[in-house]
Each structure stands twice: as structure tokens, then as C-alpha cells.
């Protein structure tokens, strides 16, 4: 059973865990992905760590 992509809905066996700014974490793929990225809707997951800068 694989995972779907939560936009398009695409089933995909390597989907990116994302922080989006309107749909909380999600999967997706990396169409997607850089899609939603390029329209700035994406929070980097990275960003909550700040202890390490
Ligand atoms: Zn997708």
C-alpha cells in the first residue's frame, strides 16, 4: 500500500514530509513539492531547530 501525495494525490514511494503553511504537515511529491515551494507555501522543517546556529 503506498502513500499518497496529499495535492495531487499521486501515489509515490519516496513522498517529501512537509511543513505547509496552510495544510499543517503533509506528503508530497517532489512535483509538488517544488511547486508549492516556488509559490513560498512551504516552511522549512529545518527552521525549528535553532540551538545549532
Ligand atoms: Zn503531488
Redesign the pocket.
Given at each position: 500500500m503506498g502513500i499518497k501525495?496529499t495535492?495531487?494525490?499521486?501515489e509515490e514511494d519516496s513522498l517529501l514530509r512537509t511543513n505547509h503553511k496552510e495544510l499543517g504537515t503533509i506528503k508530497?511529491?517532489v512535483?509538488?513539492w517544488s511547486k508549492e515551494n516556488y509559490k513560498k507555501k512551504l516552511l522549512n522543517l529545518e527552521d525549528f531547530c535553532g540551538c545549532c546556529r
Amino acid at each position: 500500500m503506498g502513500i499518497k501525495c496529499t495535492i495531487c494525490g499521486k501515489e509515490e514511494d519516496s513522498l517529501l514530509r512537509t511543513n505547509h503553511k496552510e495544510l499543517g504537515t503533509i506528503k508530497l511529491c517532489v512535483d509538488c513539492w517544488s511547486k508549492e515551494n516556488y509559490k513560498k507555501k512551504l516552511l522549512n522543517l529545518e527552521d525549528f531547530c535553532g540551538c545549532c546556529r
